[in-house]
């Protein structure tokens, strides 16, 4: 049974950072692309970063990018998603995804449709 465990996640000042963590169970980690999901209340899943399993290709929508940053230990089973520089707009309810197996490399899918396994979520919560 596949299992995804998101952790890492609080309440933090803007400008503050956060890891979160990732940790698969039941999988090959390293066959997989990974992808990190956000949700807002009253706003539709989106894309934050993902990363291929060859560990080269990464994603982030161009909003994201310099602030979050994204990296995987698959002898650990675990990816990360490092966030700095964060704004009350991060606040969201994060989310990890996990897609495959596969045995060619693959860059990271960016819908939420394109991953088969998903965590249970971890909030981040922005606020001074």
């Known amino acids: 049974q596949v299992q995804l465990v998101e952790s890492g996640g609080g309440l933090v000042q803007p400008g503050g950072s956060l890891r979160l963590s990732c940790a698969g169970s039941g999988l090959t980690f390293g066959s997989y692309i990974i992808g990190w999901f956000r949700q807002a209340p009253g706003k539709e899943r989106e894309a934050v970063s993902g990363i291929g399993n060859g560990d080269e290709i990464t994603y982030y929508p161009d909003s994201l990018k310099g602030r979050f940053t994204i990296s995987r230990d698959d002898a650990k089973s675990t990816a990360y998603l490092q966030m700095s520089n964060l704004e009350p707009e991060d606040t969201a309810v994060y989310y990890c995804?996990?897609?495959?197996?596969?045995?060619?490399?693959?860059?990271?899918?960016?819908?939420?449709?394109?991953?088969?396994?998903w965590g249970q979520g971890t909030q981040v919560t922005v606020s001074s």
């Open positions: 995804a996990a897609s495959g197996p596969y045995s060619d490399y693959m860059k990271p899918a960016t819908a939420p449709e394109d991953y088969d396994y």
